[in-house]
């Protein structure tokens, strides 16, 4: 079943097909009202369901977007309004849907829960996010990357920050695009090690500097994301405000970048926190194509898991 469940776990030649695919739609919509049809519509008669357990505005309104322009429609659900929120099974829930459904999108919490799905279900299930990883955004980033300065491979990306789940995907990134990433962050939000291990294994560079100055030199890429995600308890708030305050992505930092560096952050983003505004609204930031790829993106990536 072609889930896209994760950056590492999809071949690295229908990766690179999603992203030249994401290109040639994004280029062929050139100017068209957003809510007019694709010329091809390869997701007529189709329906997906798009769960979330979590709050969105980026996943939600381009996944819906995308499906519709390609010809398809889409049920979007809230976990806690369905039966999984009060007690029946993932398995059961996935046996169900793929009774009514060609394709199921979920943002959730645990990442077994996307494993369960996608293990009951017989039809294609895409992760949009859960605790540990966060592929779609990462594949809508290398977009907006070689958009602006070409391949990515070879390039060194800095994330600034905590090594959460966007991070995750951004190392899984790394080795399957063949780019270089340094974590510059305190130690004990370091990015799980076995995600580290992976990218090396796959010939990768990953370094983990404290220093954030000595992390940006040479930075094509600096990218930082929330402090405190949405899985995280706001009771820690303080604790990692605190620990995370020497990493915001500021204009004294982005002068140790490259002087053509890039910015980039998955956005929602809390301004002055971990990144200022200078920054955000500055030259060196894509932040906003980097949302609008989510659309053309997804709609490669549903395209690869439904084979049309
Ligand atoms: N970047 C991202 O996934 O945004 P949403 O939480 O708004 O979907
Ligand atoms: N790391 C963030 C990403 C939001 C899109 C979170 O999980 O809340």
């Not at 979007?76 to 009774?99: F, K, P």
Request: proline share 6%; glycine share 6%; aromatic share 6%.
């Amino acid at each position: 079943m072609p889930h896209f469940l994760d950056i590492h776990t999809t071949d690295p030649a229908e990766l690179r097909h999603m992203i030249e695919q994401a290109r040639a739609m994004k280029t062929a919509r050139d100017g068209l009202p957003k809510g007019s049809p694709d010329a091809e519509q390869p997701l007529a008669n189709h329906m997906v369901a798009l769960i979330f357990e979590k709050p969105s505005t980026r996943t939600r309104v381009s996944f819906d977007l995308g499906v519709r322009q390609m010809g398809g429609q889409t049920m979007v659900l809230s976990g806690q309004e369905m039966q999984l929120g009060h007690g029946e099974t993932i398995a059961d829930t996935a046996r169900v849907l793929s009774r009514y459904v060609d394709l199921i999108m979920i943002r959730t919490f645990e990442e077994s829960v996307l494993q369960e799905l996608a293990e009951y279900a017989s039809v294609p299930v895409i992760n949009g996010l859960t605790n540990r990883t966060h592929p779609c955004q990462i594949m809508a980033d290398v977009m907006t990357y070689e958009e602006h300065r070409g391949p990515i491979a070879g390039r060194k990306v800095v994330w600034s920050g905590d090594g959460n789940n966007v991070c995750a995907s951004f190392l899984h990134a790394a080795g399957q695009f063949g780019f270089d990433l340094t974590f510059t962050g305190p130690e004990v939000l370091d990015p799980e090690p076995e995600f580290v291990a992976l990218a090396r294994e796959k010939g990768s560079r990953v370094e983990i500097i404290r220093d954030p100055v000595r992390a940006v030199e040479g930075a094509d890429l600096v990218v930082t994301d929330t402090w405190v995600s949405m899985h995280e308890s706001q009771s820690n708030r303080e604790r990692r405000h605190n620990l995370l305050r020497p990493y915001q992505v500021n204009e004294a930092l982005m002068a140790h970048a490259r002087p053509d560096a890039l910015f980039m952050h998955c956005l929602p983003a809390h301004r002055e926190e971990e990144v200022t505004s200078a920054v955000m609204d500055g030259p060196q930031s894509v932040i906003f194509d980097e949302a609008e790829n989510r659309l053309h993106a997804q709609k490669a990536i549903l395209r690869h898991c439904l084979g049309v």
